[in-house]
């Protein structure tokens, strides 16, 4: 292709596909592969990537999540989320981020920030690690998200902070053992706000699908 890419893509686990914007043909993608503008990228049950910006942003794809790539004609870099789940670092980055949620908001995520989001159905699930992010309607309407808190934004756009925020564990985040090792010493880091009594219930399973869960 004649113009410049704007990332390159390397896989984890399994591969991921590509689709040019100009086709309907998806593509196995090598590592390191190069991504373009309007580039639309997929990841299968149980694959995981990483894309790497020419901003020095950093997005880790999460397994059966589909995203697509732009850079906008002042050249600021932008994602969108169709499904699954995605989580971004601009602690290296030489500029801000932008999200577009497709519900009429774009998500500007602030250099220095780690930042998490799922989609599912449409609705948003936006969970602030470090730093902050802005959210912008097409209305001019605008809201922050601070370090530390967790905003679900449904698929009509509306806005609903979460009262817990896991803070130093991501979605996307994997513990692996060595071989005389039996087991994982794991701390986890919440933000808790508004609960009043409610208990919180912490679950562990052996199997993505949490088909046996310990309480």
């Not at 971004?88 to 009429?104: M, R, W």
């Not at 908001?105 to 602030?110: E, G, Q, S, T």
């Not at 998490?116 to 001019?140: C, H, M, P, Y």
């Not at 370090?147 to 996307?172: A, H, R």
């Amino acid at each position: 292709r004649n113009e410049k890419e704007i990332a390159i893509i390397q896989f984890k686990e399994r591969v991921a596909q590509r689709k040019f914007s100009d086709s309907v043909i998806w593509d196995r993608l090598k590592q390191k592969s190069p991504l373009y503008n309007e580039d639309v990228v997929r990841t299968e049950s149980d694959a995981e990537a990483v894309i790497y910006f020419n901003n020095n942003a950093v997005v880790d794809l999460g397994s059966s999540t589909m995203i697509q790539v732009f850079k906008e004609k002042d050249g600021d870099l932008k994602l969108s989320v169709t499904s699954g789940n995605v989580e971004i670092n601009t602690k290296e980055s030489s500029s801000d981020f932008k999200i577009d949620l497709g519900n009429g908001k774009v998500v500007n995520v602030n250099k220095g920030s780690l930042f998490g989001l799922d989609s599912t159905n449409g609705d948003n699930t936006l969970i602030v690690r470090e730093g902050k992010v802005n959210i912008v309607a097409n209305t001019g309407e605008e809201s922050v998200v601070m370090n530390g808190e967790t905003l679900k934004i449904d698929k009509y756009g509306n806005n609903k902070k979460l009262p817990i925020t896991i803070e130093n564990i991501s979605s996307n985040q994997r513990i692996f053992l060595l071989e005389k090792e039996i087991a994982a010493n794991v701390n986890i880091k919440m933000n808790v706000s508004n609960l009043d009594d409610t208990e919180i219930v912490c679950e562990i399973s052996d199997s993505n699908g949490f088909e046996s869960v310990q309480r």
